[in-house]
């Protein structure tokens, strides 16, 4: 009589990226491609919509963005979306015509050579030697600075505090990074030089009309999207086998009881929420997010019936950390018929945390100066106190974007992350398609395995 054997079942590979903002998005859709039919591509995130930080909100007809939002040409976001057959709309907002907050009061914003010369915020010693800055800056080369500080370099190109504060404006502008001490001066040069070289565009109908398309060609690359599915632990299956790599992967839980199985997994959030995962008990996870310092913005939205000052489209704090821009004025269908979309922001300063009231007065008071009478006109506005902008400062002392940690987790075979604060490529929305985009290459070349689905049969 036959002796009847078991053995496990090989499944097909499965991978999973957990996290739907743009690096999440982006990882799921490549891996999908390039994996095909040989293995299965599953997208988990813990909320219903799609996008993160990109998402788009409507409100009273009015779309925004969480917070200004433009997208630098000519960098990688644009390069990777080409690759997803991603055609964003959108146009670049005209800062020609923009003000300088200064003092308490608004002058002409140096942003050409006729503003230059019209400013009087600065002398005109001060404006030759920052036309001559800003003319070499293209041809400078960062890499020398990605070990220094923001304020050294500031200190030792521009001679006087008020050109230093006119170009820490602009490199808050280009990076969203409020802390001069801490942040990287090659980073923050490279980003201005990308800035002021291929410039940024506005999106219309903000950034949720490129979540969506890309989401589309996840789904269409044959990826499954699982929305409201939040992961709360990770932990590997199976022993280690001495390769390091756990014998059948990763199980993910989502709570209730509710697990699965994966041979390889994609976190494309954050580092704290991914010591969390692990429950603070990883070191390398723990210290990522331990060390990371986040960029932080304060955001005042406002949606008017109508704009008070059509030729008024921009303004800059030069002495306050602020920024203001009448987006409707660049994109389409922001706002309704005749209205107008502004984002205010204040870029905050590592541990700052100001009161709601005193953002609204801030920022309002220098609306005031841009668009007078505005007040009148408001259909909707909102305060966002404190938004994470990007999940890590490229500091000096890590040495800027080549600090930062690569896609594959060393440690963790079978992991990888993606996301604003990983690779060396890139900074903002930037840092995370090229980061999705890598992971999604990563796993492909490190080819995943089916595991054991732990059925059993008889042989
Ligand atoms: C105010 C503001 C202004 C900005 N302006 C610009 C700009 O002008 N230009 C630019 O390039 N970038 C800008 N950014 C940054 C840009 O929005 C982000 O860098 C980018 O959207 C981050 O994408 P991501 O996928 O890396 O992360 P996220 O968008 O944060 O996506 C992570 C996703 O993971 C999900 N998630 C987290 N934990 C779990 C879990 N346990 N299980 C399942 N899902 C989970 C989250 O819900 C989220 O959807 C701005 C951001 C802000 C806040």
Sequence with gaps: MARETTRPVRRAPRIAVVGGGIAGLTAATLAAREVGAEASVDLFESVSEWGGRARTREDEGFHFNMGPHALYQDGPAEAVLAELGVAPEGSPPDISRGLAWCEGRAQVFPAGAASLISTTLLSAGEKLRLGRKLAGLSKLDAAPWDGRSLRDFLEATFPTKRLRCVFEAVVRLSTYAHAPEQLSAGTAIRQVQGALGGGVRYLDGGWQPMVDAIAAKAREAGANLHAGA???????????????????????????????????????????????L???????????????????????????????????PFALGIDEPTYLSVHSLSARGLAPEGGALIHAARYLAPDEKPERAELEEQLGRQLDALQPGWRDHVVTKKVLADLRVAHAVPTAAMGGLAGRPGVRVA?????????????????????????????????????????????????
Excluded: K
């Excluded at 992991?415 to 890139?426: F, Q, R, S």
């Design 278 to 312: 692990f429950g603070g008990s990883d070191p390398t996870f723990a210290e990522w997010a331990e060390r990371s310092l986040p960029v932080r913005a304060a955001c005042f939205e406002i949606g008017l019936s109508r704009l008070p000052d059509p030729r008024r």
């Design 230 to 276: 939040r992961a709360r632990t990770l932990e590997p299956v199976g022993s280690d086998s001495g390769s390091g790599r756990p014998d059948s992967g990763w199980r993910v839980g989502f709570g209730e009881g509710r697990s699965e199985e994966f041979d390889a997994v994609v976190l494309a959030m954050g580092p704290s929420e991914i010591n969390g």
């Design 411 to 459: 440690h963790r075979p079978g992991l990888y992350v993606a996301g604003d604060w990983v690779g060396d490529t890139g900074w903002l929305v930037d840092a995370s398609f090229a980061s999705g985009r890598e992971a999604a290459r990563a796993v492909a070349r490190d080819g995943v395995q089916g595991g054991s689905n732990g059925e059993v049969r008889g042989g």
